[in-house]
């Protein structure tokens, strides 16, 4: 019965944790700036077009046309991200030894490296070298490699197998690396790298994803039962250190960093808001 019980309750935050993955991609696929003011763009042209609201129509294409031109011209994105990096400093004094690494999804990209052409890599492309480096630095460490398939509509491009594929060829011995092609997002990642984790070793285990996504990984990781044994190494910074912020004309990055911002923030929140979070803007 007890076995039997452990089963159902494991299928249902199963179904919960699919279910919360699905909202918040339908969600976002809305809220997300750019797709925000694309979608006021055209409703505003439809509604100009072809209803007698022309007045509410002007309104709305003028709202696109200056949010785009404020993305386009303003660092918008750096703002948002600035205190997200500042939050996690990097370590300056590395420690002796440690329990292991762990790796967060993000830095291949799936789609295009399943094609059997070689592993792509996105942006975040320093969550794996700064892994290569680290694991040379603890040569007997483990490295947790967690990472499945971050799109709705295709589950099975998942990114741990390519990712460790990517550190052997940067030198890490095959037998050091632990995959975790299932979670598909960072509560599950958090989750399901407890299952691969030594439980008895009380040395850390260094945590390594973008500086931009520090907070909201070390607050899961945390509400997953791994207080006290994190050490946050956060990479891939998008902002600058002496903190400039240049006007420039970009639209296409403006709209990238305000995006990966503005996500990244109402994630933190949504993750409070669900328990999925020891804080709302964790710390260290």
Not at 95 to 110: F, K, Q, S
Not at 244 to 266: N, Q, S, T, Y
């Amino acid at each position: 019965m007890a076995a039997r019980a452990r089963e159902t309750t494991g299928q249902i935050w199963k179904g919960v944790g699919l279910v919360f993955f699905a909202v918040s991609k339908v969600l976002w696929a809305i809220t997300a700036p750019g797709n925000a003011l694309t979608l006021c763009l055209v409703v505003g042209a439809a509604v100009r077009a072809a209803t007698p609201w022309r007045r509410l129509g002007a309104l709305l294409i003028g709202a696109a046309a200056v949010g785009f031109a404020a993305i386009a011209t303003l660092p918008l994105g750096l703002w948002l991200i600035a205190p997200l990096e500042a939050r996690f400093p990097a370590p300056t004094a590395p420690p002796p030894e440690v329990a292991g690494l762990i790796l967060l999804g993000g830095a291949v990209e799936t789609a295009a490296s399943s094609q059997a052409r070689g592993v792509a890599l996105t942006a975040a492309a320093e969550r794996l070298t700064a892994t290569a480096v680290l694991a040379r630095r603890y040569p007997e460490a483990p490295v947790i490699v967690t990472g499945g398939s971050g799109a709705m509509l295709d589950p099975g491009a998942r990114e741990a197998p390519h990712a460790a594929r990517a550190l052997a060829a940067l030198g890490v011995a095959p037998s050091r690396l632990r995959p975790e092609p299932a979670s598909r997002n960072t509560w599950q990642n958090a989750m399901q790298a407890r299952r691969l984790a030594d439980r008895s070793d009380q040395r850390p285990w260094v945590l390594i994803t973008s500086a931009w996504h520090m907070p909201r990984a070390v607050g899961a990781f945390r509400a997953a039962g791994w207080s006290g044994r994190l050490l946050p190494w956060p990479v891939d910074y998008r902002t600058r250190a002496d903190h400039a912020m240049p006007v420039r004309f970009w639209l296409a990055r403006g709209v990238a960093e305000l995006d990966l911002a503005v996500r990244e923030w109402i994630g933190l929140v949504a993750y409070h808001l669900t328990g999925r979070s020891d804080r709302l803007f964790p710390r260290p």
